[in-house]
Every structure is written in structure tokens, then in C-alpha cells.
């Protein structure tokens, strides 16, 4: 049974518009979240995350929300660049006893000139 | 730093031969992990060494698969025989060994597609 889901596979996005990219997981445990963002033919690279005693984070056009008792978190860009076209997966852990990262499936995001 | 480098980059087998996977972690980094991702679904855990110990091969589907890292720099993952449903792409990933808050480093992945 996944534990991360993102059930989106894919999402079109206008340039300059914001794309939202949504994550639940099951796990109430989890309490440390993170975005990666993948190109084709490349491994998976850091994005941005969110410890779950903050209900925001922001970096840039990246903004993570976290709603824990909803068990569910949110990435949105804005605004969206065409380079921002990738697999964009969520990935959770429990920080201090945690063993390794439990990935979600991925969303496809285009980003449409 | 070079970063985290697998090899080869692309394999294609028959079913039933044998395939091993390369994985040169970052320089430093006691935390090593096996990743795979099938048919575009999750990034599925396989196991995780902490320098040359198996720290948790709880993601291993089967005895076809073995996982080694002596001397706790590089690993390699056997698969031995190969079976249709071992397609997918092959991750390695690698991090200090305290808690990392930007997760791991991963390679670019080993694509096998087993024929």
C-alpha cells in the first residue's frame, strides 16, 4: 500500500501561471517532507522540504504547504518557467527514527510556453 | 564534489542472465541506498548500507537480488537471473550519515530492461 501518493500523474501549466502539485500520505508518523525534481535521463535533485512543525516553507517561485491533520502537502511555482517541465516527486520521513525516504509515484509537469 | 556516479547508464539483458549494477557514492558519504522506480510508478526503497553494513534490505524483492559495498565505498547490485519484471530504472543514493535535511544525493540511474 503506498504510504505517498501523488494522484496526479501529470499536469499543463501556461508560463507565468502557478502550478500546484499536490502530495497525501498515509503515514501519520511522517513528519519530514521533501520535493525532488527530476529530468529526463537524470537522477532525482533536491527542491525544497518542510519540517512538520511549519505549515509553510518558501524558496523563490517554490513555496511547500503542509497541512498535517489533513495528512497532505502542496508545491506551487510561481510563476511557472518552461525549465520548470520535469517529474516533480514528494518524498516523506520520520526525521529522527526514519530509516530512508518513502517516495510517491511523481507528477509529470509541463509547462507550456 | 563529483557527485554520485552509476554505471552503466543503460542495460539491456535476456532473461536469465545475470546484470550488475555500479554505484560510486559521494566521497564521504556512509549512507548509501538502492532505489527503483518500475513503469513510472514510486521511487520504491531497496536497501540501505550504512558504510559497508546492510543498515535495512527490507525493500529487496527477492533472492535474485544482492546487494554489496565492500570496504564501504562503492556498491554494486546483482541481479542474478534476471527475470522480465526487473525492468526499471536503478537508483543509487548517498548522504552523510547525520540526518541529512536535504535528503540524499542520487545518480542518474542504471535503466535495465530485461527481454
Known amino acids: 500500500d503506498q504510504q505517498v501518493k501523488q494522484n496526479s500523474p501529470s499536469l499543463s501549466v501556461q508560463e507565468g501561471r502557478i502550478s500546484i502539485l499536490n502530495c497525501d500520505y498515509t503515514?501519520?508518523?511522517?513528519?519530514?517532507f521533501l520535493w525532488y525534481k527530476k529530468y529526463p535521463a537524470e537522477g532525482p535533485t533536491f527542491l525544497i522540504s518542510i519540517s512538520s512543525i511549519k505549515d509553510k516553507n518558501e524558496d523563490g517561485r517554490f513555496t511547500v504547504f503542509l497541512n498535517k491533520s489533513a495528512k497532505h502537502l502542496s508545491l506551487h511555482i510561481v510563476p511557472s518557467q518552461p525549465g520548470d517541465s520535469a517529474v516533480y516527486f514528494c518524498a516523506a520521513i520520520e526525521y529522527n527514527y526514519g530509516q530512508n525516504f518513502v517516495f510517491g509515484p511523481g507528477t509529470r509537469l509541463s509547462v507550456l510556453p | 564534489e563529483a557527485g554520485v556516479t552509476q554505471f552503466p547508464s543503460h542495460s539491456v539483458i535476456e532473461k536469465g542472465q545475470t546484470v550488475t549494477l555500479r554505484c560510486d557514492p559521494i566521497s564521504g558519504h556512509d549512507n548509501l541506498y538502492w532505489y527503483r522506480r518500475v513503469m513510472g510508478k514510486e521511487i520504491k526503497f531497496l536497501l540501505h548500507?550504512?558504510?559497508?553494513?546492510?543498515?535495512?534490505e527490507s525493500g529487496m524483492p527477492n533472492n535474485r537480488f544482492l546487494a554489496e559495498r565492500t570496504g564501504g565505498t562503492y556498491s554494486t547490485l546483482k541481479v542474478q537471473p534476471a527475470e522480465l519484471e526487473d525492468s526499471g530504472v536503478y537508483f543509487c543514493?548517498?548522504?552523510?550519515?547525520?540526518?541529512?535535511?536535504?535528503?540524499?544525493?542520487f545518480g542518474s540511474g542504471t535503466r535495465l530492461t530485461v527481454v
Open positions: 548500507f550504512v558504510k559497508e553494513s546492510k543498515q535495512d
Open positions: 503515514n501519520s508518523m511522517f513528519d519530514y
Open positions: 543514493a548517498s548522504s552523510h550519515l547525520d540526518r541529512n535535511e536535504k535528503g540524499y544525493t
